[in-house]
């Protein structure tokens, strides 16, 4: 029997057992009431380097009790931004253990916030906002991508690009693959890192692991930040197309 006679076939047992409706929803029908919460852990007066790298630690313990595999832990100017796709209450029960987190932290951090995150539009606003820092003419609809440089005055070069596929791109960096790396680094770096050099050597590795080549990464590298750096930029989006995969 496949799985739409088993599914009919449960429905009864639903009727009889209304809490085992509740605890296999996931398994049968996937994730249904699951949402991106992000929670803020505003900075106190005695926050420092080592208090936040040891935050992360706290966060993992957070996720391990709720058995969370997907999420994303950032810096920011005023907060530690923790993001988690979870259901209501489990978003209650981490908000009530970040805040004794908080109280535990030595006036490291002084209060944390809650609301919610959506990763599609994130990245959305975020692909567009610095398309327009940088001067690109996006026609409706459409993406961009950094091509590579121009051989004579290594100006940034723009093309079109697939502006759905870039936000599900960026979606996947935020929810899928950071929170990885963090655990993975976290868990196991035997001290909090210091050394430029060695984190030199990370980058290279985490960028040839995926088939980066040496052009590639010379080229990603030197890239800065385009917000709002027009100097970078040969020209406007106007005069370039999608290059050939």
């Known amino acids: ?33 699951l949402e991106w919460s992000e929670f803020q852990l505003i900075y106190g007066k005695k926050l420092d380097q ?3 790298y040891d935050l992360r630690k706290s966060l993992l313990s957070v996720l391990d009790e709720h058995k969370i595999d997907d999420f994303l832990v950032l810096n920011e100017p005023t907060c530690v931004l923790f993001r988690v ?16 987190i908080v109280k535990q932290s030595e ?19 975020r692909i567009l906002k610095v398309a327009r820092d940088i001067g690109l003419n996006l026609q409706e609809g459409k993406g961009w991508m950094i091509a590579g440089r121009e051989p004579l005055n290594r100006l940034y070069v723009a093309a079109e ?16 693959v950071a929170g990885k790396f963090t655990r993975a680094y976290v868990e196991n770096m035997p001290r909090m890192i210091q050394d430029r050099w060695l984190f030199s050597v990370l980058l290279h590795l985490l960028l040839n692991s995926i088939s980066i080549d040496q052009f590639q990464e ?3 590298r030197e890239c ?4 709002r750096q027009r100097q970078y930029m040969s020209k406007t989006l106007e005069s370039y197309t999608t290059p050939e995969p």
């Open 224 to 227: 800065p930040y385009l917000e």
């Open 85 to 100: 796709e979870v259901d209501e209450k489990t978003e209650e029960a981490i908000h009530n253990k970040l805040k004794d």
């Open 161 to 176: 690009d697939d502006l759905e596929l870039k936000v599900k791109e960026f979606s996947v960096f935020m929810t899928k």
């Open 107 to 125: 006036e490291a951090f002084a209060d944390v916030k809650v609301g919610k995150w959506n990763p599609e539009q994130d990245a959305r606003q």
């Open 1 to 33: 029997m496949g799985k739409t006679g088993q599914r009919s076939d449960l429905i009864d047992i639903f009727k009889a057992r209304p809490s085992y409706l509740s605890n296999h929803t996931q398994f049968w029908f996937g994730d249904l009431d």
């Open 50 to 52: 080592r208090k936040l």
């Open 218 to 220: 010379k080229e990603t």
